[in-house]
């Protein structure tokens, strides 16, 4: 996870990266299920993974994506990155393949790869105070009165 930044200080981002360590444990939890053949199991890790992602898809779409947006910087990537959460959201909603399975989990570093080391940078040094304070309220009200504590770093696990 990207840490080098400063991203991480600002509260709204903060908390979306969080999400993304947690997304990405259960992604690394996924993958175990996988190897050893418990399909099942990974199926459910799957469904927590899903509803952790669309409150943190609503977060950044009707937050800092739609702030960023308004400022008419990054719309091709902010347009891109909302193209990839509508088909992990439409590829969750529907049967899942066991192929599909581990697709579904690089498909999501990848994407969270491109917010955490592309989009959030750019929003820390573009965004003000304001535009923080936009991003904060846009975010559903359960998760703008919430603190975090950040996630403990994983040592070489795989996700």
Known sequence: MCDHCGCREITPIGRLMDDHERLLD???EIRAAVRAGAIPAARGIVER????????VRSEEHGLFAVMREQ?????????LEGEHADLAARLAGPLPAADILDICDRLREHIHAEEYGLFPAALAGL?????????AAAPRSRRS??????????????
């Open 146 to 159: 919430e603190t975090f504590a950040p996630v403990a770093h994983r040592s070489g696990q795989e996700a």
């Open 26 to 28: 259960l992604a690394g």
């Open 49 to 56: 993974l899903g509803a952790l992602l669309d409150p943190h």
């Open 72 to 80: 008419g910087e990054f719309v091709d990537h902010i347009d891109a």
């Open 128 to 136: 003000g105070g304001a535009d923080w304070d936009a991003v904060d």
